[in-house]
């Protein structure tokens, strides 16, 4: 297990986007963030949603946070606003040692509740991390099946 990873901010640039092309989840995010470069709108230290940790130069993991606004929140109570968790990969030479738990307990850092919805065969992960089932609401859900974490203070909102 390597002790020093750091989870940073990730610079919206040519490196950055090359490198997310090693991701499984690569799509339309990052292809919107390229049309973006593309275009010359967006500068080198443009603000990204995504953070990420580095092992020497390559990005071996990654994810993306959005913060949702209070008046969106259908998931927690007391209503507030909570962070969308998405996207979130270690490339497979590096699973395994930590990387996926350090990226997410950095997104608890921001001491809000947060929201994802997990890939197939993901949920083990999500369980361990601390994270729950919220109750399935079919018009909110949309036939995902989102988790849900909760800091203290904080519970599910009664569907």
């Not at 292809?31 to 973006?36: A, G, H, K, R, V």
């Not at 008046?71 to 930590?98: A, I, M, S």
């Amino acid at each position: 297990m390597i002790t020093d990873m750091k989870v940073e901010k990730l610079l919206i640039n040519y490196k950055t986007l090359e490198q997310f092309k090693r991701f499984k989840e690569y799509g339309n995010q990052e292809l919107s963030m390229m049309e973006d470069l593309q275009n010359n709108i967006v500068e080198n230290n443009s603000e990204s949603p995504f953070y990420g940790i580095y092992l020497g130069h390559n990005l071996i993991a990654r994810m993306s946070l959005y913060k949702v606004k209070q008046k969106y929140d259908e998931y927690f109570k007391p209503p507030q606003d909570y962070l969308e968790l998405w996207k979130l990969e270690v490339l497979p030479d590096y699973r395994g040692n930590g990387y996926g738990k350090r990226m997410v307990d950095f997104a608890k850092s921001f001491e809000l509740p947060i929201k994802t919805n997990p890939r197939i065969n993901s949920h083990g992960f999500w369980e361990k991390t601390g994270f729950q089932k919220a109750k399935y609401e079919m018009e909110r859900d949309l036939g995902e099946n989102p988790l849900i974490w909760m800091p203290e203070g904080v519970s599910e909102k009664d569907v």
